[in-house]
C-alpha cells in the first residue's frame, strides 16, 4: 500500500508559477512510475504528466508541454511538478499517482494508488 499526499496547491495570478508535490509513505517510491492528473471542474480527470520509476523518461499532455515539468527525488519518496506560465484554463484539482506498469502511463486505469489532490486556481 503506498499512500500519497499532494502539496502546494493555491490560488496565484496568470503567468504565475507552483511547484506541487507529492510525498509518498507506505512503499518506497523507486518501486512506482508516477503521474500527475488533473480534474477541473465540470471536466474529466486527464493526464498532465508521468515519469519514470528512476526519472530518465516523462511524458506530458500537449497541453502543458513547455511549461509543466515532472521531476522526482526518490531518496525523499517526493515526485514535483512544476509549473510555469500558469494559465487560467490549468484551474482545476491536481492529483499525483502511482503505477507498477512502465509503458501507458497517460491512461488512468494503470494506475494503483492516487492522492487526494490538491487545488490549483489561476485568475485571470
Known amino acids: 500500500q503506498v499512500q500519497l499526499v499532494e502539496s502546494g496547491g493555491g490560488l496565484v495570478q496568470a503567468g504565475g508559477s507552483l511547484r506541487l508535490s507529492c510525498a509518498a509513505s507506505?512503499?518506497?517510491?523507486?518501486?512506482?512510475?508516477m503521474g500527475w492528473f488533473r480534474q477541473a471542474p465540470g471536466k474529466e480527470r486527464e493526464f498532465v504528466a508521468a515519469i519514470s520509476r528512476g526519472g530518465g523518461s516523462t511524458d506530458y499532455a500537449d497541453s502543458v508541454k513547455g511549461r509543466f515539468t515532472i521531476s522526482r527525488d526518490n531518496a525523499k519518496n517526493t515526485v514535483y511538478l512544476q509549473i510555469h506560465s500558469l494559465k487560467p484554463e490549468d484551474t482545476a484539482a491536481y492529483y499525483c499517482?502511482?503505477?507498477?506498469?512502465?509503458?501507458?502511463?497517460?491512461?488512468?486505469?494503470?494506475?494503483?494508488?492516487w492522492g487526494q489532490g490538491t487545488q490549483v486556481t489561476v485568475s485571470s
Open positions: 499517482a502511482a503505477s507498477t506498469r512502465v509503458v501507458f502511463l497517460t491512461l488512468q486505469r494503470n494506475y494503483d494508488y
Open positions: 507506505g512503499r518506497t517510491l523507486s518501486n512506482y512510475a
